[in-house]
């Protein structure tokens, strides 16, 4: 796939295609472009005649429908300027609705019915795993960099990689990471400075030790991930990417290095890898040069992108295979294609508690607890909208409501995407883990992981450096001063997660993950 030339089409075309091919259908264009009465944008005003009322009714009629086919269109122009707009984050793109008045006008009633529409359309299906030779088709370049097997006396999955750049190049000076990352220039100092060293000669020929991680924590936002992250990090036998959240998998590779600015040159593969060089570099000391074979090497290697359990929002534009309704292949495809013995740690929380601390989080300025339930009302009208004509998965795939929500509801859909990974992961390599139980003991969280990652045990102060230090990337005090959500949107987010926490905790085997006792 070229990415940098086979992506971007024209803007007639596209705006064309849009119309006869919408992503979410003939149903959400009439919905995404309703004029509300209420609103009196296009209302008569006057002591006018019968002709001239029916004037300005055609008139506003097609001022609307003009203004809303220029708003379609330069969102297109945009993405053919600097590649597709993407929502940086659901609270910055606002929906008219045929109905967005229920919250303000105090209709409880009104939302609490879309809901049970929602519900009673809920329904799990299996989906259909690609082959590994369609995999390889859609990303030659990740098959032809990774080989099948890795080297046998580590325990991390690193293979050498013959090197023949020039001595006087920077080995980094091109990778994007580092470009867009001015935090980490004292890294790459560093790693400049001890690469050549950390070359391996073998007959005649240099090589430079490549890694993957031997773990993923692959989500969820607003879940715990970077206390885990903080914690495990500090673990002796464990390292890090040189940078949390490298988003390599759902974003980077695709180009999309904030989702405000659309799609950039794609990050190559190799710059990938670059982040892991850090860690590579400690395992060869580990090893030495003269007895390399002979030696068990323990330390692993960890990334933390909170994006990779849900985020394939990017699908549809580089895997649609022409039905529009369901990716036909997913981020843990092409993860089990070259790492089929991966491991995956997953921290959840209440699925109501996350989407508010993310509205809290992600949210702009004058945030109140009823513009939370306004946005909450407005996402679950448009999730009503699109079962009418799909399926539950479908929607939660579906790149263009995902991007027309004002929350993230489908972050918080946590059977969907655990049913997803364990098409292609056993069980035994996926760790789901309770927020609610690592606040309360953090002991405990920590002591699964070490057993779950097969590391060895600690000194106690060691033990005391992991477990007690304080909580990591807590909300922020202005945000605890706005309280609670109001009791009537907790009720109906309960009544909207019901159905999926209740999947959840049966393919789990356990009854917290319900969470009806927060």
């Not at 960890?302 to 981020?331: Q, R």
């Not at 009302?377 to 009418?388: D, N, T, W």
């Not at 917290?512 to 927060?518: M, N, R, V, Y």
Request: glycine share 6%.
């Amino acid at each position: 796939m070229d990415y940098k030339y086979g992506l971007l089409t024209d803007a007639v075309d596209e705006v064309e295609d849009y119309k006869s091919k919408s992503v979410l259908g003939d149903g959400w264009l009439s919905l995404l472009t309703t004029v509300e009465d209420s609103r009196g944008l296009c209302q008569p005003c006057g002591p006018w005649n019968l002709g001239s009322l029916r004037k300005v009714k055609v008139f506003s009629f097609l001022f609307c429908l003009v203004a809303t086919f220029l708003i379609m269109a330069s969102y297109v122009l945009t993405r053919d300027q600097k590649g597709l707009l993407l929502t940086p984050s659901p609270y910055h793109f606002r929906v008219m609705s045929q109905s967005s008045n229920l919250s303000s006008g105090r209709d409880y009633a009104g939302v609490k019915e879309v809901v049970r529409n929602i519900v009673a359309k809920v329904e799990f299906h299996q989906r259909k795993v690609p082959d590994l030779m369609e995999l390889r088709e859609r990303e030659p370049l990740i098959f032809s960099a990774i080989p099948r097997k890795f080297l046998p006396y580590l325990k991390n999955p690193c293979w050498y990689e013959e090197y023949t750049g020039n001595s006087s190049v920077d080995p980094y000076g091109q990778n994007l990471y580092a470009l867009y990352s001015k935090r980490f220039q004292i890294v790459y100092d560093h790693l400049r400075s001890a690469f050549h060293e950390h070359l391996h000669h073998e007959a005649g020929r240099l090589y430079r030790l490549r890694c993957l991680p031997y773990f993923y924590i692959i989500g969820q936002p607003k879940c715990g991930t970077t206390d885990l992250y903080d914690r495990l990090r500090l673990h002796p036998q464990v390292q890090f990417t040189t940078m949390k959240e490298p988003h390599w998998w759902t974003r980077k590779r695709f180009g999309i290095i904030r989702l405000s600015e659309g799609f950039h040159n794609p990050y190559p593969l190799k710059d990938y890898l670059d982040l892991f060089d850090q860690a590579a570099y400690q395992i060869q000391d580990l090893l030495g040069s003269s007895s390399r074979r002979n030696t068990k090497t323990d330390l692993i290697i960890g990334e933390a992108s909170a994006s990779t359990m849900w985020d394939n929002n990017a699908w549809v534009y580089f895997y649609d295979n022409g039905t529009g309704m369901e990716p036909p292949c997913l981020v843990q495809d092409f993860i089990h294609a070259v790492q089929p013995d991966a491991k995956f740690i997953v921290m959840l929380r209440d699925p109501v508690e996350r989407l508010y601390s993310d509205y809290l989080y992600f949210g702009m300025a004058n945030k109140t607890v009823e513009d939370f339930h306004e946005r909450v009302s407005e996402s679950l009208q448009l999730f009503e909208v699109c079962l009418a004509e799909r399926s539950v998965r479908s929607c939660v795939y579906n790149t263009t409501l995902n991007n027309a929500m004002p929350v993230r509801l489908q972050v918080g859909l946590y059977a969907v995407y655990l049913l997803d990974w364990l098409s292609v992961f056993g069980r035994d390599q996926i760790l789901v883990l309770r927020l609610e139980d690592h606040a309360a003991s953090r002991k405990h969280t920590m002591h699964k992981v070490f057993d779950f990652l097969q590391l060895g045990p600690l000194t106690q102060q060691k033990e005391a450096d992991i477990t007690k230090s304080p909580a990591s990337n807590t909300r922020r005090p202005a945000n605890r001063n706005l309280g609670p959500m109001l009791p009537v949107t907790r009720e109906i987010l309960q009544s909207f997660y019901g159905p999926f926490n209740q999947r959840l905790a049966q393919v789990l085997g356990d009854p917290a993950f319900l969470w009806t006792q927060s």
